[in-house]
């Protein structure tokens, strides 16, 4: 059974940083893009910030350029999403995804490039 498991949120005061963190089971995403989504309450499910299966391209939404960093460990199957500078926008819940087919460059930046889902951690920042 294939899981991903989100952890690492929750409340943070504006300016502060917080790790996210996606632990996969069940198969390897070694090869595979993975993903950070964020969903505000009543707005559309957004890309965050994306990487390659092979780690050497990455993709951030603008408004976090410079600020979120995505990193993946395929030794640890986890990927990573660090937060700097964090303000209130940025509260939503954070969800972890991995496309369905192998992807060693290509970076997805759309849902339904991703097959498979966390259930979401909550962050919160506070101003």
């Known amino acids: 059974q294939v899981q991903l498991v989100e952890s690492g949120g929750g409340l943070v005061q504006a300016g502060g940083s917080l790790r996210l963190s996606c632990a996969t089971s069940?198969?390897?995403?070694?090869?595979?893009?993975m993903g950070w989504f964020r969903q505000a309450p009543g707005k559309e499910r957004e890309i965050v910030a994306a990487?390659?299966?092979?780690?050497?391209?990455?993709y951030y939404v603008d408004s976090v350029k410079g600020r979120f960093t995505i990193s993946r460990d395929n030794a640890k199957n986890t990927v990573y999403l660090q937060m700097n500078s964090l303000n209130p926008e940025d509260t939503a819940v954070y969800y972890c995804?991995?496309?369905?087919?192998?992807?060693?460059?290509?970076?997805?930046?759309?849902?339904?490039?991703?097959?498979?889902w966390g259930q979401g951690t909550q962050v919160t920042v506070s101003s």
């Open positions: 995804a991995a496309s369905g087919s192998i992807s060693i460059v290509r970076v997805g930046t759309t849902l339904q490039e991703y097959t498979y």
């Open positions: 069940g198969r390897t995403f070694r090869g595979y893009a």
């Open positions: 990487i390659s299966g092979g780690g050497g391209n990455t």
